[in-house]
């Protein structure tokens, strides 16, 4: 019962002198697109797909297979013929089969014709391309017997390609109970380009007449591919309709099905539900990725544990494969499943649509659902850096970090790939890798190994932690840091090694750590801080005011000042500063980790605007320093300054 896909047909050419079993044509649909090797000439593919009896035995029917046993020549009482609606026609002779169905008895074969037109359009009208022959099956209750014809326009300076119409050639439904709806749906798809289009049914005038030979009260089509039909009468009708781009309705395209209305029964095979709601959306697939869907299927109401289920596909597309049916079907504990896979390729970027049926043992088949499949180009994945929860900008966390408080930053990256992998590392702001001696993450950090979670929808997230924990000579420490997420090439495919593209997404903030404050660990006394700054308690105490007494035992996270800020003046060198207040270079350097001990002798500012907001931290030992000053002399003469009390003699000024 299975559908076998591109596989061969095991039949000879149809017995002559038989009697006329009807006509075996059963479904056809065009489209076309021009030829990307050749975009400046007005060349064209055709691509006509059409399905046939495949237990046919008439006078004027043949299918006569070719003799490297893949191909097949396609007859009739009128042979079916291309009409390219410039004069020239074409014959299906090189038809490949593509799929066929013992069960629903019917094979599906496509030919591919290129043809070069005179001009892109004629004569600002899009070229008229028929496909016509004879003769349709006799078992229909509209136009059985007879020759059909499909019409689709071309015009290549409004479109480089058409819709295709993707369908399964019969669409069952069965008769309902009595008392029930009759008016039934099934959904026709487009593929390649299927947004914007507009479905209406024949257009008049030509050889499939409008209203369906009085069965307009049978078939509705409306946008979008909407086909209700009136199930209440047994048999089989043939339904054509045809798919017209919104923004150019001239550029149309055909298709022409049968409908099979059966008995009522309630061994109908149908989709389980997961399978249903695979069909209600639409799926994203990726160049150089997997794609995988389980279609699953049971019978209805079965008694009998003989019976069983398969599946009928329709093409599929290149480079994709079903695995066996695991599972018989026979009711909805015990479903048949059967999964597609496809890696697409990059010439496969765009829309693709796969359509099913669930097929018994008794003949019976449900209506078709078709998998709708949007291949686009992978996309770069996007990198962000959080800390506590907040996602921090390019100036980092809205508070500067406390020596003695470990943090944790996570730096994630985003793919909308479920199926990609993520590297995170730490970069320049250019997304290139450091170089030996270059700082990428702040000392003493530690960078964690990576791990990945499964986000809302198929987004697929992976994630480090940068643990941070400031040391004493931290203080003032401001850099900026970068960091990359980079995805993968995929699985190679179409002659590409790395369809996926590897790509990059850098994010950089900016980590600063604040002067002149310490947070107190467990144990932590003022002499044990103040000696890490080869300091006494004296000086710490006399810095921080909310310690009423040096001996009170400090609490862990209690915050000590162990310094003083100091507004840096236009002009001031760092040495100067140090000497001024008793400090060694690498005293001050421990407190400032913004300044080099080989750039103490430069100025950091030279005007009052670039120092505004420049500060240093300062430990002043009242031993080493100068305790004369700058302004110390100018008021000397004035009553109310303080030296002409307290000192007898001004100090002289510092050396510069």
Known sequence: LLLALALLLACSAGAQGQSDAGGHFRFGTLFWKRVESEPMSNTVEITIETAWRRSYSSNYFTAAQMPDHTLMQINGKE????????????????????????????????????????????????????????????????????????????????????????????????????????????????????????????????????????????????????????????????????????????????????????????????FDEATRMLFAKEHVARPGFEFSADIGGFMGQNTDPANYVGFTVGPLPEGAHLSTVRGKGTSPSDVAVMTLRWTPCTHQIGKSVVCFDVVNSLGMASTQKCLAINVVADAAPAVSVSLGGVTLGGMGSANPLLIGVSYVFQVTGTDFNSKDMLMIKPTKADGSMCGPGEACIPPTSMMSAPYSWMGPGTNMSTAVNLTFAPKHNHGGYVMQHCFSASDSCGAPCGGVSCPGVIQNTTTCITIRVDRCQFVVRQGQELQEIAAIYNSDWLQLWSLNHQLSNPDVNLMPGNIVNIGHLYAVQPYDKPQDVAVRFGMSDEAFATLNADVRIGAMGMEQCQSVTECSSMRWCILPSSCEGASGSIYQGAYADQPWFAAEKDVLATPPLPAK
């Open 79 to 270: 042979s079916p013929v291309l009409d390219l609606g410039d004069g020239k026609m074409m014959y299906l002779e090189k038809v490949k089969i593509t799929a066929w169905s013992q069960a629903e008895d019917w094979f599906l074969g496509e030919q591919v014709f290129r043809h070069t037109y005179d001009r892109p359009n004629n004569a600002g009208q899009p070229w008229m391309v028929s496909f016509k022959g004879c003769c349709r099956m006799k078992e229909l209750r509209n136009n059985a017997n007879q020759a059909w014809e499909m019409k689709m326009g071309i015009d290549m300076l409004k479109a480089s390609m058409s819709p295709r119409v993707v369908a399964l050639p019969v669409v069952y439904f069965s008769k309902p109970a009595a008392n029930l709806p009759t008016q039934m749906m099934f959904n026709l798809r487009t593929a390649m380009a299927y947004d914007d289009i507009i479905w209406t049914a024949p257009v008049p005038g030509t050889n499939a007449p409008a209203n369906y030979d009085g069965l307009s009260s049978v078939v509705r089509i409306m946008s979008p591919g909407n086909v209700t039909v009136d199930v209440a009468q047994e048999g089989m009708l043939h339904v054509t309709a045809y798919a017209h781009m919104a923004a150019h309705p001239e550029i149309m395209v055909p298709v022409d099905v049968i409908v099979r209305i059966s008995p009522a029964a309630n061994t109908d095979p149908q």
